[in-house]
């Protein structure tokens, strides 16, 4: 099993910055892409981050020059680094990751559970 854990979310005004972390733990080969989604209520779910096995970055045209994705394979973890944060970044922010848990097996999508970061204006 593959577990996913977002932490880092929090209240933040207007301007200021948050970290998010998705650690990643279990049966685990490899990772190759992973990514950060968020949700705000009543909307669906947007892809904000993503990161590629060769630490190639994508971004939401919303959020490019204010957020950061990197990784760490050695501690397989994944961060979101937020800065200049605005009232619309509110949402409930999701880690996604392409794992592979033996040398033999495909990549498979696991999700955390979420983590709430709210901006206040």
């Known amino acids: 099993q593959v577990q996913l854990v977002e932490s880092g979310g929090g209240l933040v005004q207007a301007g200021g910055s948050l970290r998010l972390s998705c650690a990643a733990s279990g049966s685990i080969f490899s990772i190759n892409a992973v990514r950060w989604y968020r949700q705000a209520p009543g909307k669906q779910r947007e892809l904000v981050a993503t990161?590629?096995?060769?630490?190639?970055?994508i971004y939401a045209d919303s959020v490019k020059g204010r957020f950061t994705v990197s990784r760490d394979d050695a501690k397989n973890t994944l961060y979101l680094q937020m800065n200049s944060l605005k009232f619309e970044d509110t949402a409930v922010y999701y880690c996604?990751?392409?794992?592979?848990?033996?040398?033999?097996?495909?990549?498979?999508?696991?999700w955390g559970q979420g983590t709430q970061v709210t901006v206040s204006s």
């Open positions: 996604n990751a392409d794992v592979r848990v033996r040398a033999d097996s495909g990549f498979r999508g696991y």
């Open positions: 990161i590629t096995g060769a630490d190639s970055t």
